[in-house]
């Protein structure tokens, strides 16, 4: 069952991005995360259909925690700071707590949850539910985080990929509700991805079969050198940090732009100095866009031919400001256009690129929906 007709969002998710001033001042990163919050509504206990499933989003920054029904309605929300020094069970231990009082404060009784969803940060071993090295938090390290979630709450857990599980989000509510297969990039400081053909998300052989940022682009001895330690890979090119880099060398090599007094007065650039700089008109800064945006074809030209996926979507906070702003717009009319001139015409001819809806909530809404389809499969 599609339950398309199920989100209730606020349509402009990400487009207050270019409202606050002093958020332009700050790092992309703290930006995406400030940003990146909820924007669901929440519906009461009354308007909800039964069962329900909770879902877990652990970020590097913050956990967040949602119930949703079971046609994706949300009736229970919560964030709390990842903490990650303080280990995996101080972590499992406030999941716990939170998912106890959204249960509570929902009006439900703790059996109404039949299943949980935990997407994490790779590395990860998603059959034997490990999570096994992942950058962002150093202190959770080779634990059997699945079934500790488990054993703490006494539900069955299922385990995803962070990103893979915002792809299963935006293909239960959001922007995939109308197709059977997707493929989500998320465009932050890195270059995320989730893969869903016919329902399944792709986790391959190692839990790590949807690493969309890290296919190769450029094969030249010299190519971009990528955060994984390997070279041309596509979030090298296309990833905020690397739209920021591409800016100072041009800046270095004398390119004329309003953003070269901004590098000098604060010492640094980010990829909001660049957007604000595009949409003010600045040559240089539209032109790092747009070739960004050229990147991004050259990859999902990749993804398409592999695929055929009926749409290819575009999440993470690296917008532009989306759908309800220019800019946002002339970024993925430019995705759309590069992607054709190099993307067989039977298979581009109808795929939908499109931005995505959910926004910083499609990780736990994925996760819910992750747990929901198990549930389904085991009745
Ligand atoms: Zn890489």
């Not at 590097?60 to 009736?75: E, M, Y």
């Not at 999440?315 to 800019?327: R, S």
């Not at 910083?360 to 549930?375: M, N, P, T």
């Amino acid at each position: 069952m599609r339950p398309s007709e199920a989100t209730c969002l606020g349509s402009a998710t990400i487009s207050r991005s270019f409202e606050v001033d002093a958020i332009l001042e700050q790092d992309y990163s703290v930006y995406y995360q400030k940003i990146w919050d909820s924007a669901l509504e929440t519906v009461t206990r009354e308007d909800a259909s039964p069962p329900f499933f909770a879902g877990v989003d652990v970020g590097g920054t913050s956990i967040k925690i949602g119930i949703v029904d079971d046609q994706g309605l949300r009736v229970g929300y919560a964030s709390f700071p990842t903490e990650d020094e303080k280990g995996v069970p101080y972590a499992i231990e406030r999941m716990k707590n939170t998912l106890d009082s959204l249960v509570q404060e929902a009006n439900l009784a703790s059996g109404d949850i039949v299943a949980i969803g935990l997407g994490t940060p790779g590395t990860m071993d998603i059959p034997t539910g490990y999570i096994v090295n992942p950058p962002n938090l150093p202190g959770w390290r080779n634990y059997p985080i699945r079934d500790s979630l488990a054993k703490a709450t006494g539900k069955p857990v299922v385990f995803a990929n962070d990103a893979g599980a915002a792809a299963f989000g935006e293909f239960w509510i959001g922007s995939g509700t109308s197709h059977q297969s997707i493929v989500m990039l998320t465009l932050g400081t890195g270059v995320g991805g989730g893969i869903i053909i016919d329902g399944q998300s792709v986790d391959g052989e190692n839990s790590h079969g949807s690493e969309c940022g890290h296919i190769v682009v450029d094969t030249a001895p010299d190519a971009r050198l990528c955060s994984c330690g390997l070279r041309g890979h596509l979030e090298a090119y296309a990833s905020a940090t690397a739209l920021v880099k591409r800016c100072e060398e041009s800046l270095k090599a004398g390119v004329k732009s309003q953003l070269g007094d901004r590098l000098q007065e604060k010492n640094k650039i980010t990829a909001l100095d660049i957007a604000s700089a595009a949409e003010a008109g600045d040559q240089l800064a539209f032109g790092l866009v747009m070739e960004t945006a050229d990147y991004l074809a050259l990859g999902i030209a990749n993804f398409m031919h592999i695929i055929d996926p009926s749409a290819l979507i575009l999440g993470g906070a690296m917008n532009f400001g989306g759908p309800a702003n220019e800019l946002g717009n002339n970024f993925l009319e430019r995705i759309r256009e590069s992607t054709r001139k190099i993307t067989l015409p039977i298979i581009s001819k109808n795929v939908s690129i499109e931005f995505a809806l959910l926004g910083g909530d499609a990780g736990y809404i994925g996760a819910a929906g992750l747990a929901r389809e198990s549930y389904l499969r085991r009745q």
